[in-house]
């Protein structure tokens, strides 16, 4: 899949959870490269701004959209990478604040 299709296929996604990509496509395009490497790497799309283990059960909670992204979404207007973002967000009334990791220390550290 190139960087191109899956922006195209996140971007339904996105709509249809009520969520959108984050407007700076440029920035986008870096996430999602990263995204299909991981994929390429370890055979699912683990966050690429986190340190994936390999083990799929034990990265289940950062494959793309993680487990996360829900509530730093509805707290701060995007996810922790800022490729998920709200409407609000996207279009500058929400702060644009860097979202703290909520992923347990335990599972940063496999």
């Known amino acids: 899949m190139t960087p191109e299709k899956l922006y195209d296929l996140l971007a339904g996604y996105a709509e249809s959870q ?4 984050n407007k700076d496509k440029p920035f986008v395009m870096d996430i999602l490269r990263g995204l299909l490497t991981n994929e390429s790497r370890y055979g699912y799309r683990s966050c690429p701004c986190r340190l994936a283990s390999g ?3 034990a990265d289940k909670d950062i ?3 993680c487990l996360y992204c829900n509530p730093d979404i509805e707290e701060f207007g995007s996810c922790y990478c800022a490729l998920y973002v709200s ?3 996207n279009e500058g009334r929400v702060e644009h604040r860097q979202v703290p990791e909520r992923r347990p220390i335990e599972k940063r550290q496999l």
Do not use: Q, S, V
């Open 55 to 57: 083990i799929k059960e």
């Open 87 to 89: 409407e609000a967000w």
């Open 63 to 65: 494959i793309c959209p």
């Open 18 to 21: 009520g969520r959108r990509l």
